[in-house]
């Protein structure tokens, strides 16, 4: 009887772990396109999604995947270190750091970070025009046509312009402006000893405001052709850059002494991009590539890869899954399912990656 109960306990305990085993394994996930791409009510899809997916269930016994999600990268290594998730995969970089608190698997794709910057073109008239030193000459340039025409008018009404104000003003403004280019149409000429003098006077400043004038437009040109541009890393040094919190995007910019802004996802950090907040975005590049193809107008990458990482599957310390999920994405890239793995990586990033 006692060998009965024994073999039926037996069987009993196997069949709870057979189907512990079976269970679906719970894998946080944050967004991080391409390789996780999330959407209201969509379910997750992308590169680590879809490779997860075929990881697990080449292990055995094979299993299925639940995925729980975390809203950035901070709350994803900590969901994975305390253990409310299983495993966790996105984009995430193996560092020294990160190994104290978490374990990692094999890596399944290596990579650098990019530089995004904001394609320019050409120096525009209207850029240079729209700065705080051109603004202020063209400012006191108004200030003073006005003064002068007010003047001008007071002195002149009834013989040279209209004497009500909302006539005669305009015709002083106009022939203040001619006068002080020196252009003098002859359309309106003092007739009063004042009137004279003044446009004398008018005459001599003129030509110094405007010669002022076009001197800052054209210092300002020049100034914006031959500044450099970023190119490579090695011209991030001293630079408002764009990092996303806690990244070793962040890390890197620091080492090298850029002025870091650090923004909590890429789209923020891409709209200071686009407003002249920072002068470039760094990233992973495969990242930056993805948000390119989506919208690239006014953007582009320069510089190759730099700073080359792995990205892996995060899992808490001690875990008894790591061995065996590694053996599994191992199995994955050798060469019997390759062409499943070439598959992922082409369909997700393409060719040039």
């Known amino acids: 009887m006692r060998t009965w109960l024994a073999i ?12 512990a085993q079976e269970a679906p394994l719970r894998v946080g996930i944050k967004p991080a396109p391409p390789f996780v791409i999330l959407g209201d009510g969509e379910e997750p899809r992308g590169l680590s999604v879809d490779l997860m997916r075929a990881v697990a269930a080449r292990m055995t016994p094979p299993r299925t995947v639940e995925f729980v999600t975390q809203a950035n990268l901070k709350e994803h290594l900590e ?12 984009a ?3 560092t020294a750091k990160r190994s104290e608190t978490l374990e990692f698997s094999s890596p399944f794709y290596s990579s650098g970070l990019g530089i995004l910057v904001a394609d320019r073109g050409e120096v525009s008239l209207l850029s240079v025009l729209w700065t705080p030193g051109t603004a202020k000459v063209l400012g006191a340039v108004g200030l003073y046509v006005l003064l002068c025409a007010t003047l001008i008018w007071l002195l002149e009404r009834g013989e040279t312009f209209k004497t009500s104000l909302h006539e005669g003003i305009p015709e002083a403004i106009w022939w203040t402006l001619v006068t002080m280019s020196t252009v003098g149409y002859g359309d309106y000429a003092p007739r009063r000893p004042l009137g004279r003098a003044l446009a004398g006077v008018i005459i001599l400043s003129g030509i110094a405001l405007f010669g002022a004038l076009v001197a800052q437009v054209t210092s300002l040109i020049t100034l914006a052709e031959l500044r450099p541009g970023i190119q490579s890393v090695e011209d991030l040094s001293g630079r408002r850059v764009g990092v996303l919190a806690d990244t070793i995007a962040a890390d890197s910019m620091r080492k090298r002494r850029a002025r870091i802004v650090e923004f909590a996802t890429l789209d923020e950090a891409v709209t200071a991009l686009r407003d002249d907040r920072v002068e470039a975005v760094v990233h992973d590049r495969p990242l930056l590539r993805y948000r390119l193809k989506q919208d690239a107008d006014g953007l582009t990458l320069v510089g190759g890869a730099f700073n080359v990482q792995d990205y892996a599957i995060a899992f808490p310390l001690g875990s008894e899954l790591r061995r065996p999920i590694s053996q599994a994405l191992l199995r994955l890239r050798e060469e019997e399912h390759q062409a499943t793995y070439l598959a992922l990586i082409t369909q997700w990033l393409g060719e040039d990656r």
């Open 8 to 19: 039926g306990c037996m069987a009993g305990i196997s069949a709870l772990a057979a189907r």
């Open 92 to 94: 995430t970089t193996v």
């Open 79 to 90: 969901a994975v270190a305390k253990g409310e998730v299983e495993l966790g995969i996105a």
